[in-house]
């Protein structure tokens, strides 16, 4: 028995994967023509996996920004935000966020990953409770874990689970953090927030919510779904990624607790690892300056995502529950779902594969992401293949 | 808890394993959940809920940790029941 012995199942499992000649958990994307179209296995494809919600990869004043940056102050800070990697952008950039979302504290870190490790772990530890939806990302359960508090996960979206949940933990809710998401990011369904903040106020805890998939992408403003549901005020902290509708990568975490300043001194990812480079940060400057200016960049990715989504419904297919720019498709066995992914892209399509426990309820997924880049012709084209390709996804 | 409380819990979670382990198998105390029932992280959320449910308490992911045969998720339960 050795240490590697372990990943021989990974081994046999993706054998599995190989006979259709492309891993489909290895792709590489060889060109990038735009937001919305590259080559990947030697052959031009619409990108629909992409969580490119507002097409800024391209965006020119993005990328001018960036080039900016990139010519006057270097490739790298080559730090941590504690030490040397922190520039006036990182610090413009935070209150820029803190603006934004009309809070008085912000923080960047380096990804959307870290954020959550982060944030979760310094904010809580043992003899706090942290309460979960079931469906969280891997980064709050990692965080949770390393927080060291009690964890107690609920039932996706299930209010009568939560409050059962914060019923029985007595007083204990006063150091009980409740985490949700804005979006799904399997399913693309979103979180009945108004409703948990209402037995977040009625049993006195606390509430994070991510907005990763749902910032520029909810709200009339494009703050996400705490803006959407109309209870920004009650949200405690929230955290979100700049990978997504931002178009480049990082994270950070917004509150109107003056605490969270304090949190730089003790959040081991924000510490130990390196800060997000100069050209990063000018380009999320720039992005979030678009989502503020340019709000029917959101009013078209909503009638890409309802294009899609409703054209997919049409065909019969088994669908997330809310239309919105992720649209999951769900597919019998683990190998219809393989080989209706690589028919896909044969035909010119990417989107994402997604098996279990990745997807939630053992379900097998293809999970497409729509942005506002995308053309309806694109869409009409992604719809047309779904259609020839009906009896892949059935029983 | 007394030796029949924990008799009680064990024939209720004996039948919830039955119903929701990948390999049948008779249960008993030093079954493993995973070895043996062939138990995988998904299946056992599963059952997890529903023990919530039975037993109407929660319980906590932290002691999955801990979690390797029937009479450790027994014991679980004993505890999660004595404390609340």
């Known amino acids: 028995m050795g240490i590697l012995d372990k990943l021989n199942a990974i081994a046999t499992t993706r054998q599995t994967l190989l006979p259709e000649g492309v891993d489909p958990f290895n792709v590489v994307i060889e060109k990038i023509y735009s937001s919305t179209e590259g080559s990947i296995a030697g052959q031009k494809v619409i990108l629909a996996g992409t969580n490119n919600y507002l097409g800024l990869t391209f965006d020119q004043q993005c990328i001018e920004a960036a080039q900016e940056s990139l010519s006057k102050e270097g490739t790298g800070t080559t730090g941590s935000r504690m030490a040397n990697g922190t520039f006036s952008g990182h610090r413009d950039l935070e209150q820029e966020l803190a603006l934004f979302y009309g809070c008085s504290n912000a923080i960047v870190f380096s990804t959307g990953f870290v954020t959550n490790l982060g944030m979760i772990s310094a904010l809580t530890g043992p003899g706090d409770v942290i309460v979960l939806d079931a469906d969280s990302h891997a980064s709050i359960y990692d965080a949770c874990k390393m927080s060291g508090a009690e964890m107690i996960r609920f039932r996706h979206n299930n209010m009568v689970d939560l409050e059962k949940k914060l019923k029985r933990l007595g007083p204990r809710t006063a150091k009980t953090l409740i985490i949700v998401e804005g979006i799904y990011s399997m399913l693309g369904d979103c979180a009945p927030l108004a409703e948990v903040a209402a037995l977040k106020q009625k049993y006195g805890a606390w509430v994070m919510v991510d907005e990763a998939h749902s910032m520029g992408v909810l709200g009339d403003h494009g703050r996400g779904m705490a803006e959407a549901a109309g209870v920004e005020q009650e949200v405690d902290f929230i955290v979100g990624t700049f990978s997504k509708s931002l178009g480049a990568i990082g994270g950070y975490c917004v509150s109107n607790h003056p605490e969270l300043d304090l949190v730089r001194y003790v959040s081991r990812s924000y510490v130990f690892t390196a800060s997000p480079s100069p050209s990063t940060i000018a380009s999320v400057r720039q992005a979030l300056r678009v989502v503020q200016s340019k709000p029917q960049l959101r009013t078209k990715l909503w009638e890409n995502a309802d294009r899609l989504y409703q054209g997919l419904e049409k065909l019969g297919l088994e669908l997330g529950p809310d239309p919105g720019p992720i649209v999951a498709i769900r597919v019998a066995t683990r190998e219809k779902a393989l080989f209706a992914w690589k028919s896909l892209l044969d035909q010119g399509i990417y989107v994402n594969l997604v098996f279990p426990p990745a997807a939630p309820a053992g379900m097998s997924l293809l999970r497409c992401s729509i942005s506002a880049a995308h053309t309806a012709e694109q869409i009409d084209y992604i719809l047309k293949v779904f259609s020839e390709m009906q009896d892949s996804f059935s029983n | ?84």
């Open chain 2, 1 to 84: 808890m007394t030796t029949t409380q924990y008799h009680d819990i064990f024939k209720q979670v004996e039948g919830l394993l039955l119903r929701y382990a990948p390999q049948q198998v008779p249960i008993q105390d030093d079954t493993n959940l995973i070895n043996d029932l062939g138990f995988d992280s998904l299946k056992v959320m599963d059952m997890l809920n529903e023990v919530e449910d039975v037993f109407d308490i929660t319980y906590p992911l932290n002691d999955l940790a801990s979690l390797h045969t029937v009479r450790d998720f027994v014991l679980q339960i004993q505890k999660i029941i004595e404390n609340s």
